[in-house]
């Protein structure tokens, strides 16, 4: 995350082989449209952050970090109070073009790393094994896991207002003949025309939106019932069941997890 351009400048002069920046962020603070010469790791340690592209949207909930190709232009929402890392890294050179973003699981490795470099902030210039710590974190952040997290967004203006609607008002009623009605399209043309605008199929997206937009309520403390109606599922077995699916837990142990792992909480 780059909130001033004198810090993304200080970002892109850095001749470290990795430049950190550590930062506490409010709900709704929102980091404006820019890129970086770099690669950034934007690591989630608490809360929820959302990455919007051209490429589509990421959500990256607490133990997650999302890749961010170097020369990517991207905005950074915080939707619920966030703690962050970010981890800016030379592009390697076998990095294909016009590359998206992926969201990684955060190793344990990395997590201890990162706390190491975050205390070892004020080492003097050239410290030993500040440098070692930060060449293993760039190895490590190379090689963290893929998750399915992210949820593709459409280009097309029209149908992008229909997402972004649902999202902020999730519901398990939405059925594909209301949105076809709403951009004037024949029930098949609109699933032909979603399909290739996200690369998904209507009712799979939705789901995935669903769980999505549950997480910052999840996050913010809410009892996973009043999220799983909000979610617009009726009870909160079939939530859990699809949460479990996308995330590989139940929402309550998944939030627990993501705390415990973060390095505040250590």
């Given amino acids: 995350m780059s909130p001033t351009p004198s810090r993304i400048q200080r970002v892109e002069r850095a001749d470290a082989v990795l430049h950190l920046l550590d930062e506490q962020a409010p709900a709704g603070y929102r980091a404006p449209r820019h890129s970086h010469d770099r ?13 919007t592209t051209d490429r589509g949207r990421w959500m990256v909930p607490p133990g997650h ?44 490795l990395a997590r201890g790393l990162i706390e190491e470099a975050i ?7 050239g410290d030993r094994k500040t440098r070692l710590v930060y060449a293993l974190l760039a190895e490590e952040a190379a090689a963290l ?13 029209r149908l992008a207002a229909l997402c ?53 309520h999840l996050a ?12 617009g599922y009726g009870n909160v077995s079939a939530f859990t069941t699809m949460f479990r699916r996308m995330l590989g837990a139940a ?7 993501r705390r415990a792992d973060s390095p505040a909480a250590g």
């Fill in 164 to 216: 972004r609607a649902f999202m902020r008002d999730p519901s398990a009623e939405v059925r594909i003949d209301d949105w076809a009605a709403e951009l004037a399209m024949s029930r098949r043309t609109f699933t032909r025309f979603f399909a290739r605008q996200t690369g998904a199929g209507f009712a799979t997206w939705r789901q995935q939106a669903s769980i999505f937009a549950s997480l910052p």
């Fill in 251 to 257: 929402p309550r142990d998944y939030v627990r997890a």
């Fill in 220 to 231: 913010a403390g809410e009892p996973v019932s009043r999220v799983a109606m909000r979610a």
């Fill in 65 to 108: 970090a999302l890749r961010i190709p170097h020369g990517l232009e991207h905005e950074v929402d915080m939707l619920s109070e966030v703690d962050v890392t970010s981890l800016y890294l030379p592009p390697r050179g076998d990095e294909p073009e016009d590359e998206a973003p992926t969201v990684r699981a955060i190793s344990p």
């Fill in 145 to 157: 896991p893929v998750r399915p997290l992210g949820l593709p967004f459409p280009s097309d203006r």
């Fill in 119 to 125: 205390r070892l902030g004020d080492a003097p210039e």
């Fill in 39 to 51: 690669t950034q790791f934007l690591c989630v340690f608490a809360g929820l952050a959302a990455v």
